[in-house]
């Protein structure tokens, strides 16, 4: 419409005003605000359900934590191991507790804002490595996520190689030490047997004889010693454990209370295994023992032999074996079992739980260093009243070729020429005499270094040397290096308390005749001296 106006020179103008509503245009600008928001809103909820979908699908738990302590999410593993979490308290879903946990590390997060990690162990026994952040949820609510990783299985190995570590180095000391009380065990040994046979006087002989017999017993500790320590000169064959097994069990049967009944029971298709014979037999034996022990009041002792392939060391029943085809002996009591707490020691050498019965400790020690010589594992399940299961799993090998046995040769003759050479005075003076008495010629060094200058003083007119391993400067393989360069025909023997892996080997390279295991008996010493002195003694 037109609307007067004055101009600038004092006339009138006349100016068009258009009228248009001004709510349609704000109209059309809300409802753009409002598509905006609704299309924020949309990739909002399309986020959040994108995020909680991946989160889902991971395979770990995953759930956020209120400052109540109530839970506001869990994802989809959470929720299949633990049941319905969302508004429960998080003390109650994962360590079925009344009252939050005290010191709470997730609370922390909370206070400071800060992230934390942490490990937790459920009522169910299973351990977790926590990772614990701050969270907001669409409406600003500040919450904690937190992500567990179960590491039981992790936790689990740990543990066994640890024990492992743990067996090896007290293997290595046991070692060690048995070899220092083998050399003192001989000259107890033959001193008291040469006193012994020198009395008539029955009060004088009993203690003796009396003496005699824990010495003997002592010898047999340091042979489980050694048989632990995996020092024994021992090699392994082809070797099927059926008839081996039915060999021990009807020995052992003889001796069993009689209040303990056995049964065994073979399913194994394949049995053979790459072992000794000797040392599968002692693992049967001090197993079956082990058991009965465990049955004071009798019970019944169950063996079985099966078979086992394991794919892959995931699905493996001990971290220690590889994938492949296993011989699987189980020994079963129904006795009074093991504490939780002494079964992850039971292997350990001198550990016992049969004090009162007698027992060493070297038993299952001697199991578990046998089945992991041969490649294999053992392990072992029991609880308090309800028996105990041990597993051996040995892995299996083709079967040997037969081969011819060789006739055995005519005994050697009963005299010659020794040279001894040890560094202990005490079993240097018992072997010597012995062996003078059963008719040799002995001459003795003190030293490797005092052997070597005797055997070239006497241009090796020696029928044989018999040397010390283990002695200071030049040991007993040093000096058999030495003869043997010098003179390839000489017989050297080594002496020793123990015979470690690759010594067997480095010897028979050498050239040296064979080993003299200490402690033995003065009557074994001469039969393995006459067995090894040639026939036709040296000028």
């Not at 400071?112 to 669409?138: A, K, L, S, V």
């Not at 069990?249 to 399913?267: G, I, K, M, Q």
């Not at 001090?286 to 009965?292: M, P, S």
Request: charged share 25%; net charge negative; proline share 6%.
């Amino acid at each position: 419409m037109p609307f007067p106006g004055t101009g600038g020179a004092g006339g009138e103008a006349v100016v068009e005003v258009r009228e248009e509503p001004v709510d349609e245009r704000l109209k059309q600008a809300l409802t753009a605000e409002r598509l905006v928001r609704r299309r924020e809103e949309h990739l909002k909820k399309r986020g959040r359900r994108l995020f909680l979908n991946v989160i889902d699908e991971l395979p770990v738990f995953v759930y956020m934590q209120r400052r109540d302590y109530t839970v506001a999410y869990a994802n989809r593993k959470t929720r299949n191991f633990y049941g319905e979490t969302d508004g429960r308290f998080c003390y109650e879903v994962f360590s079925g507790r009344d009252t939050p946990c005290p010191h709470c590390p997730t609370f922390r997060v909370f206070e400071t804002g800060e992230p934390e990690n942490w490990q937790f162990t459920d009522g169910d026994g299973r351990t977790f490595h926590i990772y614990d952040y701050p969270f907001e949820d669409e409406q600003g609510e500040p919450l904690v996520m937190e992500l567990g990783i179960d590491i039981t299985e992790l936790k689990r190995v740990e543990r066994e190689l640890y024990q492992a570590h743990k067996m090896r180095a007290i293997g290595v000391l046991a070692g060690g030490i048995a070899h220092d009380l083998n050399n003192n065990l001989v000259p107890i040994i033959f001193n008291i047997d040469y006193a012994l046979n020198k009395t008539a006087d029955r009060i004088v002989a009993e203690p003796l004889a009396e003496a005699l017999r824990a010495a003997y017993r002592a010898a047999d500790l340091v042979e489980q010693v050694l048989e632990y320590s995996r020092q024994q000169n021992v090699s392994h064959s082809p070797l099927r454990l059926t008839p081996l097994a039915r060999e021990s069990l009807d020995l052992l049967r003889a001796s069993l209370p009689a209040n303990v009944t056995l049964e065994a029971s073979c399913h194994a298709a394949t049995d053979c295994v790459l072992a000794h014979p000797a040392q599968v037999q002692q693992l049967l034996l001090n197993l079956c023992r082990n058991a009965v022990q465990a049955m004071p009041g009798g019970g019944l002792l169950t063996v079985s032999l099966d078979n086992l392939s394991v794919a892959s060391r995931k699905k493996s029943p001990h971290p220690g074996l590889a994938p492949g085809d296993y011989a699987v002996l189980r020994v079963t009591d129904n006795g009074r079992g093991i504490e939780p707490d002494k079964i992850e020691r039971i292997f350990e050498p001198f550990f016992t739980t049969k004090m009162s019965s007698g027992g060493t400790g070297m038993g299952l020690a001697v199991v578990h260093a046998i089945a992991t010589s041969c490649g294999g594992a053992v392990t072992v399940d029991s609880a308090p009243g309800r028996g105990a299961t041990f597993t051996v799993y040995l892995p299996l090998c083709a079967p040997a070729e037969e081969r011819i046995v060789a006739e055995p040769r005519p005994a050697k003759g009963a005299t010659g020429r020794l040279l001894l050479v040890d560094d202990d005075a005490g079993a240097l003076s018992a072997m010597s005499r012995v062996l003078r008495e059963a008719g040799f010629t002995v001459f003795t060094a003190d030293s490797g270094e005092e052997g070597l200058k005797e055997y070239f003083r006497a241009r090796g007119r020696y029928d044989l040397i018999v040397a010390d391993l283990s002695m200071p400067g030049i040991s007993g393989m040093d000096m058999a290096g030495k003869i043997l360069d010098h003179d390839p025909e000489a017989k050297v023997v080594i002496c020793t308390g123990h015979v470690e892996p690759d010594l067997e080997a480095k010897a028979e390279a050498a050239g040296v005749a064979g080993f003299l295991m200490k402690p033995m008996t003065p009557g074994a010493l001469v039969e393995r001296i006459r067995g090894l002195c040639p026939a036709v003694p040296r000028a």
